[in-house]
């Protein structure tokens, strides 16, 4: 028999009673029940009962475990009796009275619980990860984790693709984070940069004449953590292919994605034929480039209704700005003034002065607009607004206005505030579309300059004579956004593969040709000798993991996070570097002023 098991702690069944085993595991718990001792073992595959009485050999040692020690036990497979069959566990029909039991390694007093799902400090969590990752819910995400990675691998070799490496020391990119430098002891005073992402190398890839590229790539960004990325890095799904039209990439990618969604959507529907809605749209009815399409509000163009009117602050605003328009949310069922009151209270507090609103309620065989916009702008113009928005009898409608390019935000805020408070949201559905037509440039306010707006290396739809001739904010880019429930989920573009087109494009966001070509020499040179036009995207592992799995916290899909301080609490970097290490390097710490 093997030296430490003959079956895993989920193998057993009825079949094998009768059988000697050899099982070793973790103490999940230990019950005392009047002098019989019930062990729960516990492996990476599940848990099996074990059962020592007073005359087993292994009594006096069963006694003395305690929960998490590690174990070996040999023993017989016995029925469980009918009442105590266990139906929530696949070994629940059978235990193993032991016969030998071996401590392999004690634990200490443990720092947390890893019976159960408790609230625990985050700091204690990530100090002592590798027993949280005991955690069955953990335990259960990472390797879940694991085989969605597995399945978008099969699928993109199904489509034709092949996995290629680039490397991980590289130098700076362009991609809009501070990168993370890397010194070189070799070259002194100079510096690599970890990749932000593999976009220059699979450009390259292509004009090196391969084609389908893809990997599972680890990406590098010393930015801020956010909700939905955790610090430090991440992983995504990188891909690449060679004469492509955007609507390729789309139907290429689109059942890919799908098919992995629906492998692991536990039975919940996922969407069929993805919508394509152009960034406009998506702006002007959902407030969002990133819309959660679960939410059936439709934002609408009620400016009409206003001009002129009686309620003087719209009217004011449209009259003095041609830029204004005013938009309306609507809100099935929320026709009650508490509810009004509510939404009025929570925009005053993102910073507005309030939200107005109108709310339809039967007066006798009447329906009546109420609020002080219908009193204001009378009968005829609520009623106009009810009907161009579909509203019935206790249903609400909410308006901002002003130029929407300040209060889209805001608005579609308002609108996911309002059918998540309503109950509007179909939460058991994964709803996925193609956000296209990306604005190629945008104005930095802060800069007073044109910047680009997505990704640098995308095709400005209209290619060079759009570069030469058009307005640069009225330029749309050949870029694309795959959305699910809220969150971008995936991002790609038709590059941009002809030099003097390139550098145009950027001489337009502020850099000359002579800073283009150092800046992105090796890109550069490559499409002076041919480059093939090409095109891809890159899907967030780590946000389609954590959708999937419907986990709130990046943590609990990914083995070893950082804490939103950008700290591994665990391995305890970062951390200083040795003298020795500093001069090996050629540097000297400065610390600043805030650091002394």
């Known amino acids: 028999m093997h030296r430490y098991r003959s079956h895993s702690c989920v193998q057993l069944r ?28 516990r492996d990476h595959y599940g848990i099996t009962q074990i059962v020592a009485d007073p005359d087993s050999p292994c009594f006096k040692t069963a006694e003395t475990v ?14 469980r009796s009918a009442e105590t069959v266990n139906a929530n566990l696949p070994t629940g029909a059978v235990e193993v009275f032991a016969r030998d039991m071996e401590v392999l390694s004690a634990a200490k007093e443990l720092p947390l619980p890893v019976f159960g799902e408790p609230e625990y400090p985050e700091d204690i969590r990530l100090k002592y990860r590798f027993l949280d990752l005991r955690r069955d819910t953990l335990h259960k995400n990472i390797v879940m984790r ?36 890397v010194p070189s002891r070799i070259h002194e005073g100079k510096f690599y940069a970890l990749p932000q992402a593999p976009q220059v190398y699979k450009q390259l890839i292509m004009v090196s004449g391969f084609d389908r590229y893809f990997q599972i790539a680890p990406c590098f960004r010393d930015e801020d953590p956010r909700a939905d990325r955790l610090p430090g890095e991440f992983y995504q799904l990188d891909l690449e292919m060679s004469f492509v039209e955007q609507e390729d990439v789309l139907a290429t990618m689109e059942p890919v994605l799908r098919s992995v969604f629906e492998t692991f959507a536990d039975g919940k529907p996922v969407t069929q034929e993805f919508r394509r809605i152009p960034y406009d749209e998506a702006i002007r009815k959902y407030g969002s480039d990133k819309p959660d399409l679960r939410n059936p509000i439709v934002m ?5 209704h206003f001009r002129g009117s009686g309620f003087k602050v719209f009217a ?68 106009a607004i009810r009907t161009q928005l579909g ?24 609108r996911t505030r309002a059918g998540e408070e309503l109950d509007l949201v179909d939460r058991d559905r994964f709803e996925l579309c193609w ?13 007073k300059k044109v910047e680009f707006g997505h990704n640098p ?36 573009g038709i590059r941009n593969h002809l030099p003097e087109t390139m550098v145009k494009a950027f001489e337009i966001a502020g850099l000359d040709r002579k800073t283009v070509e150092e800046r992105f020499g090796g890109l550069y040179r490559a499409f002076q000798y041919g480059a093939p036009p090409h095109g891809g995207m890159a899907a967030g592992i780590d946000r389609i993991v954590m959708l999937l799995l419907g986990a709130v916290n990046l943590r609990e899909i990914t083995m070893f996070p950082m804490n939103q301080q950008a700290q591994d609490l665990l391995m305890g970097a970062p951390s200083d570097a040795t003298p020795q290490q500093l001069r090996e390097l050629n540097l000297r710490l400065a610390p600043s002023k805030k650091a002394e």
């Open 146 to 181: 694991t085989k969605i990675i597995a399945e978008m691998r099969a699928r993109m070799a199904g489509a034709g693709f092949t996995e290629y490496s680039t490397p991980i020391l590289t130098a700076s990119s362009p991609e809009g984070a501070r990168d993370f430098l």
């Open 66 to 79: 305690r929960g998490e020690w590690v174990i070996r036990v040999d023993g017989e497979v016995k029925a």
């Open 435 to 447: 956000i296209v037509d990306f604005p190629f440039y945008e104005w930095d306010e802060d800069e």
């Open 391 to 414: 509203l019935e009898d206790g249903d609400a409608c909410f308006f901002a206005a002003g130029d929407p390019r300040k209060f889209a935000g805001f608005a579609g805020n308002a």
């Open 457 to 492: 290396f995308s095709m400005p739809q209209g290619g060079m004579e759009a570069l030469e001739k058009a307005e640069p904010l009225s330029i749309k880019a050949f870029q694309y956004d795959m959305v699910c429930n809220g969150f971008e989920i995936a991002s790609g």
């Open 14 to 41: 009825e079949a094998d009673v009768g059988a000697t085993v050899r099982l070793s595991g973790w103490v999940h718990r230990v019950r005392d029940h009047g002098g019989l001792l019930f062990i729960d073992l």
């Open 300 to 304: 609408e163009d009620v400016s009409e």
């Open 316 to 383: 004011n605003i449209l009259a003095n700005d041609e830029k204004a328009e005013v938009w309306a949310i609507p809100a099935k069922t929320g026709g009650s003034r508490a509810f009004c009151d509510r939404m009025n209270s929570w925009a005053q507090g993102e910073g507005q002065p309030g939200l107005g609103y109108i709310f339809w309620r039967k007066e006798g065989d009447k329906l009546e607009g109420a609020g002080p916009i219908a009193k204001n702008i009378g009968e005829e113009r609520t009623e």
